[in-house]
């Protein structure tokens, strides 16, 4: 596949991943032996991302005061000519299905980011850390339409050439101790400053963030630039989170560290009108309410853990229901339309998130996600999911720092959103003008090759049955390749 950069940046970063690729070729670096380095999960930005460090070393050390960390990652992808008898290609209200070759779309879509974390300390617990993000990218068809769970969570952050820069997080962390013994934080995680803190511990963390920094964390699936890319694999589905157009948010998130569980819940803004950058800042009209429990836990030695979610959201948005009342008493309206109806709504949801470590090669996960599904959504068109994978490590061929993994994922969405679609309707996201409805299904596999040091070169399959729900369509073939490198 021809890699093709669109920026300067882009394509320096090209240039070097190039230059180590043949430089590892060589019989004398072929027989290096490379340090076992433990992998860096880019979204968890607390401690959270710490769950599996408790007995790893407790050794007192100096505190770090600062930290510069800096990750950069493109990936290109590229559909099939995929079957499609129909579209919404020419409906008034936009374009929002995945379109086809046959229909004009571009067989092409890549992202580009580059992320800098920065980190010091202020006072005796308190951190303050800040992320200046570079993107760059477009999906198939223009826009992130046509599929409930869409191939590359990067997409998130919008659609833009040339690239663009913004603020990703600005935030302050306070941790209080509460004993239990000491715990070393190691050096090298982004977004957290080595040093000793208690075991039992109590984090507040305050400003603006990513709702999946805290939440629905998972060692073998959680971050689309190192593990699976798509978001019904890498995160629960049906997890309606706080999320602006390019996917971050603002709030308040606390956690509570007591032995084997750990508590976390927060308040984080909602966008002012569905998937718009605008958030409520003022945590008042627009936000989603969310509680996470984790144990962790050992069978025989191998570590686990097992986390439970409930969440409510608040925000301006339409249900599915008054959109289509207000087509049948209007029906010079058209077809259903969200746009009509919205006003302050609520929808909730529940979750489960479990991870499980068999061997020192071979780990394996589930999820499964449910949402009320009456309301039109801020994340994605999905009302229910599960997903089952497992992650095996080169070990068994003498390449342990690569990774093979294959997952499956099914979504599936409420009778009354079903009943929207089929008369026409379209989200934010989907619809295609008609309906024969059946869940979506993916699968996903790919396998990661370390090159050098923290340079990482991924190739990666997916298939989409049923895209955006509808049997009459696809299944839908994506081939990606990521290069992804973390200093």
């Given amino acids: 596949m021809r890699i093709i950069f669109q920026t300067k940046l882009a394509k320096a970063t090209l240039v070097v991943g190039t230059a180590l690729t043949c430089a590892i070729t060589t019989p004398a670096l072929a027989k290096e032996n490379i340090e076992d380095a433990a992998s860096t999960n880019i979204y968890a930005i607390n401690t959270a991302n710490l769950e599996q460090n ?22 290109e992808q590229r559909k099939n000519n995929f079957y499609s008898p129909y579209s919404s290609m020419n409906s008034a209200k936009g374009n929002t299905s995945l379109l086809s070759r046959a229909e004009g779309d571009s067989d092409r879509s890549f992202t580009f980011t580059t992320t800098a974390f920065l980190g010091t300390r202020l006072w005796r617990g308190a951190e303050f850390y800040y992320n200046p993000e570079l993107f760059e990218g477009t999906p198939f068809s223009g826009s992130l339409v046509g599929l409930g769970g869409f191939q590359n969570g990067e997409l998130q952050k919008g659609t833009f050439i040339p690239a663009i820069t913004y603020n990703a997080r600005a935030f302050i962390r306070q941790t209080f101790g509460l004993g239990g013994g000491d715990e070393y934080i190691p050096e090298g995680t982004v977004n957290q400053l080595a040093g000793t803190e208690d075991k039992n511990r109590l984090v507040l963390t305050w400003g603006k963030v990513a709702s999946l ?133 609520t929808a909730y949801g529940f979750g489960l998130n479990a991870e499980q470590t068999i061997n020192s090669a071979l780990g394996v996960f589930a999820r499964w996600s449910w949402n009320n599904n009456q309301t039109e959504t801020n994340t994605l068109d999905v009302g229910r999911s599960i997903a089952v994978g497992t992650n095996l490590k080169g070990n068994l061929w003498e390449r342990k720092d690569d990774t093979y993994a294959l997952a499956w994922a099914a979504n599936a969405i409420s009778s009354s959103e079903i009943r929207y679609l089929q008369l026409g309707g379209q989200t934010m996201f989907i619809g295609d003008g008609a309906l024969q409805y059946k869940p979506e299904q993916i699968f996903e596999t790919y396998y990661s090759a370390k090159l050098y040091k923290e340079l990482f070169l991924t190739a990666d399959f997916q298939r989409i049955s049923n895209p955006a729900y509808n049997s009459a369509r696809g299944p839908i073939d994506i081939i990606s390749l990521r290069m992804h490198f973390e200093l």
């Fill in 54 to 75: 408790g007995d790893e070393n407790t050794e007192s050390q100096a505190p770090q005061d600062w930290s510069v960390h800096l990750q950069t990652t493109h990936i």
């Fill in 213 to 345: 920094d805290f939440f629905d964390l998972n060692e073998f699936s959680h971050d689309p630039r190192v593990h699976f890319m798509n978001f019904s694999v890498y995160s629960m589905a049906a997890y309606g989170y706080a999320a602006d157009s390019r996917g971050y948010t603002y709030g308040l998130v606390g956690e509570l560290y007591l032995n084997d569980w750990v508590a976390r819940a927060g308040r984080l803004a909602a966008p002012t009108l569905p998937n718009q950058l605008e958030i409520d800042k003022s945590l008042t009209k627009d936000f989603v309410d969310q509680l996470e429990i984790t144990h962790k836990h050992l069978i025989g030695d191998r570590v686990g853990a097992i986390r439970g979610l409930v969440f409510k959201q608040q925000a301006f948005m339409s249900t599915y229901q008054d959109a289509i009342a207000y087509a049948q008493n209007n029906p010079g309206s058209g077809a259903p339309n969200i746009y009509n109806t919205r006003k302050m709504n």
